[in-house]
């Protein structure tokens, strides 16, 4: 069952807790110290996902992988891309809203 929600605070940048996405993660289950590596790590597995998908592809056409393997990495592949597409759309917007800002 899904619980409230509730205002994250500085301890999700500090602690590991099931809040914090596996990619904010580093290889030695730290937390990502900062926002940039945070995108860093989301956009290196993004990047590796695709990669894997690319290769079961042309492994799927040469018929040494199964049609299910590939339609998954396809589809696996294809929900990373949307989400990094609609993370830079995110900055895109947040950035041209702070330009356009007086100071």
């Known amino acids: 069952m899904i619980g409230s929600i509730s205002p994250l605070g500085k301890q999700v940048l500090t602690q ?10 580093g290889a ?5 110290s900062s926002f940039a590596a945070a995108l860093s790590d989301v956009a290196a597995q993004t990047a590796a996902t695709l990669r894997q998908a690319e290769q079961l592809s042309a492994a799927g056409i040469q018929g040494q992988a199964d049609t299910r393997e590939v339609v998954d990495a396809v589809m696996s592949a294809e929900q990373s891309l949307q989400a990094a597409i609609a ?10 809203e702070v330009s356009r800002m007086g100071i």
């Open 16 to 25: 590991p807790t099931g809040l914090v996405p596996q990619a904010a993660q």
């Open 28 to 32: 030695t289950g730290e937390v990502a």
């Open 87 to 96: 993370i830079r759309d995110k900055i895109v917007t947040a950035y041209l």
